[in-house]
């Protein structure tokens, strides 16, 4: 039996792009999907439902498939984390120790564990954030996350475990929709634009945040996983950087292609998440130990978003 790939929280706005990519890849049979739910999309390869707090069911589907790589998407995002903080951390603490343990065990050989930006805090250096820096997040799900790289940095010393991990920006992607996020605006801005001409905004006009264009992200996250172990130095997590812009730069984007397109602003709960976190993003470690660079600019990436979500829309995909 070959050895396969499980991705854990495959319904979600990362998962749902990597599955079809790691398939392109690895072929469709050799990657497993899972998730608490059915996805609504059709997928074709093999799908499993797992509570990933079921470390039980998580084992019997990796001996099932033999799965020996791991990617763990599954965790509850900072605006839906804050609602919830109680459940963010056990889901978000607990699914990552089960995999943890696994790779420790040798029952896996690999894992890819996604850390945020939300690591960053108030306290932190708002321009070309270093990648070692003041972390003191101020949100249940940064908390989560800087606990979670300390813990994959201390399996790595103590058991050497192979776990890798990048600092995603906030992330923009056309093929499913927002996930809860604090930077998902950026993604409701183009349905909203495309669907009414207008969007309302619970961040201020000049908010800038570190984004990613999706099929930027999917690429990192599967180069980090193909490089060769002795050139990932950071087994915490690796910083990333994509593009920053804020809500008026985005919407002055999307009116070169929509001239009615309307913005309006009203800030809640989320504006005080946004202003703890950082602007821009220095990511020249993961430039110089795994070749990273991003493809993608704000006017490519909506030059292309509005492209492909006009078709979807059209064709009722979403």
Known sequence: MSETILVIGSSGQIGTELVEELRKIYGNQNVIASDIKEPNNSQE??????????????????????VKEVYLLAALLSATAEKNPEFAWELNMNSLFHVLNLAKDGIINK????????????????????QSTIMEPSTVYGISKQAGERWCEYYHKKYNVDVRSIRY?????????????????????????????????????????????MPDAIKATIQIMQAPSEQIKIRSSYNLAGISFNPKEISDEIKKHFSDFEIFYEEDFRQQIADSWPQSIDDSHAQIDWN???????????NDMIKNLEQLLKQNKI
């Open 45 to 66: 390869g093999p799908f499993e439902t797992l509570n990933i707090l079921d470390k039980d069911q998580l084992l019997s589907i990796i001996n099932k498939h033999n």
């Open 111 to 130: 894992i890819f564990w996604p850390s945020s930006i939300a690591v960053f805090g108030p306290t932190t250096p708002k321009q070309n954030t270093p």
């Open 169 to 213: 920006p906030g992330l923009i992607g056309y093929k499913s929709l927002p996930g809860g996020g604090t930077t998902d605006y950026a993604v409701d801005i183009f349905h909203q634009a495309i669907k009414t001409r207008q969007y309302k905004c619970f961040l201020n006009e000049s908010s800038t945040l570190p984004m990613m264009y």
């Open 292 to 302: 990273w660079h991003s493809n993608y600019n704000l006017e490519t990436m909506t």
